[in-house]
T-cell receptor
């Protein structure tokens, strides 16, 4: 593996179903992030984690949950999907060691459609 | 909240120069990034500015004025492959980036 992987690549989901989007990085980055990208709105932060064992809410956290049991994995769960959660989801990671330089590396994205 | 503004679309001719402006009003400032995103792909890093001035990297340059809350990305000698969205993002502290909505650049022959 080189960088960040996400699974699935795309998914069509019935409203009300539970769904977990997977994200794994092999760069040993301490910080990880989940974004959604919608036309005209750009990338919006859903949840983030500064280090394993800690998580925080971003700009649009409602309806989503995350966990960070280890450094490499950062799954995003939709407990009960709704059509407004139709979007492209990007996972990202960065080596944020306290400096201002916080280049984030992005995974390939998951295209989710909720019907 | 954070406010990051950039134009929605720009069109330019192959070989020309295009300047994409970004203005920001954020609760904190700890650096500004530019990312490139081709349709259907992930964003990729282009440049980083934390001090005032111009950073040059090949055909791409980025400028920052912290006092004006302003940055621009300059793309020179445009090529067809430069057709993409360009995202301005501000590090407002605490590891997080706030993104603008992106500028779609179309390069025409």
């Amino acid at each position: 593996i080189a960088g960040i992987t996400q699974a699935p690549t795309s998914q069509i989901l019935a409203a009300g179903r539970r769904m977990t989007l997977r994200c794994t990085q092999d760069m040993r980055h301490n910080a990880m992030y989940w974004y959604r990208q919608d036309l005209g709105l750009g990338l919006r932060l859903i949840h983030y984690s500064n280090t394993a064992g800690t998580t925080g809410k971003g700009e649009v956290p409602d309806g989503y949950s995350v966990s960070r049991a280890n450094t490499d994995d950062f799954p995003l769960t939709l407990a009960s999907a709704v059509p407004s959660q139709t979007s492209v989801y990007f996972c990202a990671s960065s080596d944020s060691s306290g400096s201002s330089y916080n280049e984030q590396f992005f995974g390939p994205g998951t295209r989710l459609t909720v019907l | 909240g954070q406010n990051i503004d950039q134009p929605t679309e720009m069109t330019a001719t192959e070989g020309a120069i295009v300047q994409i402006n970004c203005t920001y009003q954020t609760s904190g400032f700890n650096g500004l990034f530019w990312y490139q995103q081709h349709a259907g792909e992930a964003p990729t890093f282009l440049s980083y500015n934390v001090l005032d001035g111009l950073e040059e990297k090949g055909r791409f340059s980025s400028f920052l004025s912290r006092s004006k809350g302003y940055s621009y990305l300059l793309l020179k000698e445009l090529q067809m492959k430069d057709s993409a969205s360009y995202l301005c993002a501000v590090n407002d502290g605490d590891y997080k980036l706030s993104f603008g909505a992106g500028t779609t650049v179309t390069v025409r022959a």
